[in-house]
């Protein structure tokens, strides 16, 4: 019933950027916080950040001043924006969804219900 699916990523020279979606349908979008993550070739699940249903936002320090995360309850969609993009952010990146209704933004891959399938992202050097 959930569908995340996500869009947008592709081949970025170092420097640039890229804006990913997420759309989501079969859950009450804003009352759900929503989390990216990525995983790169032969490495574990990290996560990158997360938004609250309220609007608030966390970051890994990786990232941090360079991705913003935001979300437009109206289209049922969040963003995952890519700045000064690096070779190491090479990755499929996900968006997932934790329906719990918690006050917090939780970073554990496993606090998340929902998955969309993964968009790529490579970054050139």
């Known amino acids: 019933q959930v569908q995340l699916v996500e869009s947008g990523g592709g081949l970025v020279q170092a420097g640039g950027s890229l804006r990913l979606s997420c759309a989501a349908s079969g859950l009450t979008f804003s009352k759900s916080a929503m989390g990216w993550f990525r995983q790169a070739p032969g490495k574990g699940r990290e996560f990158t950040g997360a938004i609250s249903w309220s609007g608030g936002t966390t970051y890994t320090n990786s990232v941090k001043g360079r991705f913003t995360i935001s979300r437009d309850n109206a289209k049922n969609t969040v963003y995952l924006q890519m700045n000064s993009l690096k070779p190491e952010d090479t990755a499929v990146y996900y968006c997932?969804?934790?329906?719990?209704?918690?006050?917090?933004?939780?970073?554990?891959?496993?606090?998340?219900?929902?998955w969309g399938q993964g968009t790529q992202v490579t970054v050139s050097s």
């Open positions: 997932a969804a934790d329906t719990s209704y918690s006050i917090f933004l939780r970073s554990s891959s496993g606090s998340y219900a929902h």
